[in-house]
């Protein structure tokens, strides 16, 4: 569906050349949940620019569907962009309209007559549950139902791809996961193709099924979500995933743990699906007679799979471990033993 | 101190003072604010985006548009206004058919305050949110669609309380262009109030223009508001 090829975009300035999106190359298929993360300044906002032609790449091709977006015409463009539409970290609601005509903006623009404008919009004020709201001002509505109205607009020409400009970072947690859940919705519904970008990793994890990780520009690891959140390989990743988990106060704790315990080893075991709800550990504890210490435990969900993670200290020997390590692969659950 | 209780009695005796000519000047005031006006708000808005688009724009004709437009309205906002009205004399001679009385005020009042108004105009469009723009642009708007359906709704409370501010400099325009023989309360004032001494009759063409003024400022004010949905 969306296919990005080599692409890179320089801006001009004065005084130097900034290199703000540096030879990226993905793909995303029709009907997915693309995320792409990084700290501000990696980049994606402008990345995620090139998709509608809102920025054009100084070189390489922006393919969305059957059109190059790089070498369109302007008319075309425009009427390209009603099939690929953007909401925005805020909003951008015309403080002037209502929400019923705000989300009748998009239709007016693509020319629909008014009849058919007010019977879509009507739809699309129940689909993101907005009934009863359409006359207020977007001043009169919190956060969180400003991005519902920045949804519904954003489909009210039945877009193919929808490009979500860091849409929930201006909002509280408990609206994030409102909106997350409405993106899920939508897609499945309108078998859209989303695109966003983020800083925050558990946006990532709640909704998307691919990722990409960028830094200065460059996307340093694209992946399945699950395979990023598991198996890190770039120190980016690393640090987007231990933000999310927030490791720091375990860590600590490992230290008391140590001094008290001192013969004992820390361990962590690492689960995916359907192993982390079945007592794997508890068994093979059984098994070997073993006392352990558990030290925290962690399950996340990611939109098609949980996966976790509990630490333990053991007193245990080199033996007894080699041994403990093998019957719990044999489970999928991973073991690693951390650095005193 | 005798003399100036006389003048304060006078002034305040009204008996010079011939109300059908007040109502006369009045309404030639009022006249040549409203025309006034209602073309500087044309002619300032399309000036004003004029300036904004071009300077926004990365377009390569848009520089000298700008430059040119800018150029332009500095020039005109730099002419004192009673020396622009003797400037304009043969121009509004060809345009208006003559150079006295209200009609013979008006081109030289719009030129002098339209690009005044362009300048607020290019403020208020500046004050417009970026994304707000970028997210019609994200829609497949075209400029036309953005300036109607963006630009101008998203600004007109500045626009309106632009106008004001300018409605209530022309009324003092007015009142300069009266001294040269424009009709209406400036010119009340001066040729009766002044060259017949007669402070009262002045008093009275004071009055009149405060509260023109005062009721333009309401009126502005409460329009403003009206239509600021923030």
């Not at chain 1, 800083?199 to 992946?223: F, L, P, Q, S, Y």
């Not at chain 1, 699906?273 to 068994?283: E, F, N």
């Not at chain 1, 969900?301 to 019957?327: C, M, P, W």
């Amino acid at each position: 569906m969306i296919d990005i090829r080599n692409v890179t975009k320089i801006f001009k300035t004065k005084s130097a050349d900034i290199q703000a999106v540096d030879d990226v190359s993905m793909n995303v298929s029709q009907g997915e949940i693309f995320g792409v993360i990084g700290y501000s300044g990696a980049g994606k906002s402008t990345l995620i620019r090139l998709f509608n032609g809102l920025e054009m790449p100084s070189s390489g091709d922006v393919v969305i569907g059957e059109d190059v977006i790089s070498s369109m015409s302007k008319p075309a463009l425009r009427k390209k962009r009603q099939k690929v539409s953007m909401i925005f970290q805020h909003f951008n609601l015309l403080w002037s309209r209502t929400v019923a005509e705000n989300i009748s903006f998009p239709l007016e623009i693509a020319g629909v007559p008014k009849k058919e404008r007010q019977k879509k919009v009507k739809e699309l004020v129940e689909l993101v549950g907005l009934s009863g709201r359409e006359d207020n001002y977007p001043s009169q509505l919190s956060g969180g139902q400003k991005q519902r109205v920045g949804i519904a607009r954003a489909l009210s020409n039945e877009p193919k791809v929808l490009l979500c400009d860091e849409a929930t970072s201006a909002l509280d947690p408990e609206t994030t996961d409102e909106v997350l859940d409405l993106l899920v919705k939508i897609r499945d519904e309108m078998n859209l193709t989303i695109v966003l970008i983020t800083h925050e990793m558990h946006v990532i994890r709640k909704i998307c099924d691919r990722a990409a990780v960028m830094e200065n520009g460059r996307v340093v690891e694209t992946g399945p979500v699950l395979k990023l959140f598991q198996n890190p390989e770039h120190s980016v990743t690393k640090r987007f995933v231990k933000d999310d988990i927030n490791d720091e106060e375990t860590a600590l704790s490992f230290d008391e743990v140590r001094e008290l315990f001192p013969t004992s080893k820390i361990l962590k075991f690492g689960f995916v699906g359907s192993q982390s709800k079945a007592p794997i550990v508890s068994q093979v504890v059984k098994k070997y007679d073993l006392d352990l210490n558990i030290l925290s435990g962690n399950i996340k969900r990611t939109n098609n799979e949980s996966y976790g993670h509990l630490f333990v200290a053991i007193d245990v020997d080199d033996g007894t471990l080699q041994r403990l390590k093998a019957e719990l692969a044999d489970h999928d659950v991973t073991v690693e033993v951390e650095d005193q | 101190m005798n003399e100036l209780i006389n003048e304060f009695t006078t002034m305040f005796s009204f008996e010079n003072v011939r109300w059908d000519a007040v109502w006369e000047a009045t309404y030639e005031t009022i006249y040549m604010t409203a025309i006034a006006t209602a073309f500087t708000f044309i002619f300032g808005i399309v000036l004003g985006i004029i300036l904004f688009l071009a300077s926004k724009s990365e377009v390569k004709a848009s520089k000298p548009i700008y430059g040119i437009t800018a150029f332009l309205v500095n020039l005109f906002r730099a002419i004192p206004f009673i020396i622009l009205i003797i400037l304009l004399i043969p121009f509004t001679k060809v345009l208006m058919g003559t150079i006295m009385g209200p009609n013979g005020a008006i081109p030289a009042l719009i030129i002098g305050s339209a690009p005044f108004y362009a300048r607020l105009v290019e403020i208020g469009l500046k004050e417009i949110d970026k994304g707000v723009i970028e997210a019609a642009e994200s829609m497949g708007a075209d400029t036309w669609t953005i300036i109607w359906k963006v630009l101008l709704p998203e600004s007109m409370p500045a626009l309106i309380s632009g106008i004001t501010v300018t409605a209530i400099m022309l009324v003092g325009s007015t009142a300069i262009a009266g001294v040269i023989g424009a009709g209406g309360l400036g010119n009340l004032a001066y040729m009766v109030g002044f060259t017949r001494n007669q402070s009262d009759v002045t008093l009275v063409a004071t009055i009149v223009i405060l509260v023109i003024v005062f009721i333009i400022q309401i009126a502005g004010d409460f329009f403003s508001k009206t239509v600021d949905k923030r």
